[in-house]
């Protein structure tokens, strides 16, 4: 009995000191709500990382506690990170990570549990804050929110205004997409320039602009494909009918596309509003030669509209400072001089509605033929059509990428080849 004394006292010593562990454990997790404190780390790329960076210091005014470290990558490296430290179940994961929508429901549906579902900490207060095609695109399926809105991307016309008066073309005259191939033949043969880029091959970008203006994408809801649906047929045809007539400059990636708007190869870049700032930085000596218009209609009255871009914050699960690092993405997300500071440094879209109301985002821009391009960019948002951003997402635009090369390239006819790939893209799923 003596003998066994100091072993029962060893184990009971082990079990305090288990629960104490576990205790101090959950409140380093949670932290302090109304005061956090601590470090947290911030993963993001390029200028959005500068964006971030630049944000600590009003940040910390609000919050002097909380030390933030944040940490530059390239996209690619910062997603093969995460995956490996999701994977690992949190080891070397940061408490904060900024990620496009397109990929936050492949990253929801591989690690259900790896990210804190930001309403349970309030975000949800903020819904009515942001456009309702961005907040689905930050919701799991059940209406989770899982990240926190910041930067968007909706879509017009990038259009070179020189072009355009040569071949007398008034692009207020450009109402659908008929139109805008109309327009084209005339500006090709008055100045050579093709319509639009499109890397055939790797770029369904165009199409998906079309595909939202007319609500939906590659899935619905359910989770049903809909690559031969009415709408993508009537989607696949107009792009047909600029490969028909001459007026797609089939360029090489991202760099085809801005060489193409330097030296004047096209006369018009359907894209997202963050693409004015490559424009701006690329191309000064086309000040005043550029300008925009509303993407094309299916019809006339109809719907302009569509989004192309945009990222979010999220905190992992497995965070040891949950408090600082929610005070950090409530922050960074909602405070309006904060979201604006990323657009007047780079050219970032904010998604915080109240923006909007800002002179910077109401003037006129000397660069863009002395138009209020951001204005007209901000009044689109609120009519973006809501859509489904599924964990296939990725696997849907690849396969339309080869259908597209191949109803252009090797002439398969539009409805057949969007059934095939309808069908093939299904299997894959199943695999």
Not at 20 to 34: I, Q, W
Not at 292 to 319: H, K, M, Q
Not at 333 to 343: I, K
Request: hydrophobic content about 40%; glycine content about 8%.
């Amino acid at each position: 009995m003596k003998k066994s004394l100091p072993f029962i006292l060893f184990l009971l010593l082990l079990f305090v000191s288990a629960c104490s562990n576990k205790s101090n454990g959950n409140e380093a997790k949670t932290g302090d709500t109304d005061h956090p404190s601590g470090t947290i780390t911030v993963w993001g790329w390029d200028v959005a990382a500068e964006t971030m960076k630049l944000s600590v210091e009003k940040f910390k005014k609000q919050y002097p506690d909380v030390e933030v470290k944040v940490e530059d990558f390239s996209s690619g490296d910062l997603y093969e990170k995460l995956t490996v430290g999701m994977a690992a179940r949190g080891s070397g994961l940061p408490d904060v990570v900024l990620m496009e929508d397109e990929r936050i429901p492949g990253y929801i549906h591989q690690f259900p549990d790896g990210f804190t579902k930001l309403d349970k900490l309030g975000y949800d207060k903020y819904k009515d804050a942001f456009n309702p095609a961005k907040i689905a695109s930050v919701q799991d399926k059940e209406g989770n929110l899982i990240a926190a809105p910041w930067d968007i991307g909706p879509a017009g016309v990038f259009y070179r205004t020189d072009f355009f008066e040569k071949a007398n073309v008034d692009p207020e005259s450009i109402k659908t997409w008929n139109d805008y191939i109309e327009a084209g033949k005339k500006i090709k043969d008055a100045t050579g320039a093709k319509l639009l880029p499109i890397d055939i091959a790797n770029y369904d970008g165009v199409f998906h602009m079309m595909l939202q203006q007319q609500g939906i994408s590659y899935f619905d809801k359910e989770g049903n494909i809909l690559l031969d649906s009415d709408e993508a047929i009537r989607a696949m045809e107009v792009i047909k009918s600029f490969h028909e007539n001459d007026l797609i400059l089939n360029n090489s990636g991202w760099d085809g596309i801005v060489t193409a708007t330097v030296n004047g190869s096209v006369a018009t870049v359907p894209y997202g509003v963050w693409y004015a700032g490559t424009i701006m930085d690329q191309a000064p000596d086309l000040k005043g030669k550029w300008d925009v218009f509303y993407l094309p209609g299916f019809s006339e009255g109809g719907t302009r509209y569509a989004n192309v871009g945009g990222s979010s914050l999220l905190i992992p699960s497995y965070t040891e400072n949950q408090s600082a690092a929610y005070a950090f993405v409530e922050f960074f997300t909602t405070d309006e001089e904060t979201q604006l500071l990323g657009f007047e440094k780079f050219g970032l879209f904010p998604s915080l509605k109240k923006t909007y109301e800002a002179p910077i985002l109401n003037e006129n821009s000397e660069y863009f033929n002395n138009s209020p391009i951001f204005k007209k960019f901000a009044d689109m948002v609120e009519q973006v059509p809501e859509i489904t951003l599924d964990e296939n997402y990725a696997r849907g635009s690849s396969m339309m990428s080869n259908t597209q090369a191949a109803i252009l390239l090797e002439d398969k006819k539009v409805e057949s080849a969007l059934k095939d790939a309808k069908n093939q893209l299904k299997n894959e799923i199943k695999k």
